[in-house]
């Protein structure tokens, strides 16, 4: 699949991602604002960029950790099975934590991550999404703050592969295949 040739075109541009980021933070500001120090957990690899940009912009005190559960591999198609690849490095018990992934597809990704980490007892426990494409939805999670809701694209960038490249896009691009490879 990677061999395929393809271009990508820009779907929303940097200036674009950082104006929602700098109002999503509002809003994740005046919800924490009684809270010491928010954990703020990014959900590996994909979330790497956007967990960067948005903990800069947050202006709060915050501790940051990651947590890699994969469901997709090297496929463009979830396994549906989703794996804790890496846990936590601290604890989260009483603690105001944020879930940060990069795009909500199926669903089972985030919804698995947020069964195991409830099963730990955060006082409070809320998720942002960068991209949300609810029409893949098999599962009823629901970011509670998603930047952009997106068509069924095959998008890159911002964090995001195909088959490992392109994530260091600044931009989020859409994949156009060009030919048969
Ligand atoms: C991708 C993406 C999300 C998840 C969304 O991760 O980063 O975490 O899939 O899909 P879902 O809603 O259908 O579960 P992937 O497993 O490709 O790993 P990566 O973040 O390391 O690229």
Redesign the pocket.
Known sequence: MPDRPYVIDEMISAKQIAARIEELCRAIRTEFADTDKLVVVG????SFVFIADLVRELEMPVEVDFLEA???GNEME?SREVKILKDLRGQIEGRDVLVV??????????DHVLHVLKSRKPRKLKTIALLDKPSRRETSVRADWTGFEIPDEFVVGYG??FAQRNRNLPYIGKVRFTGEG
């Open positions: 959900l590996l690899r994909g994969s469901s997709y979830s992934e990069d795009i909500v597809d199926t669903g089972y990704t985030l995001i592969d």
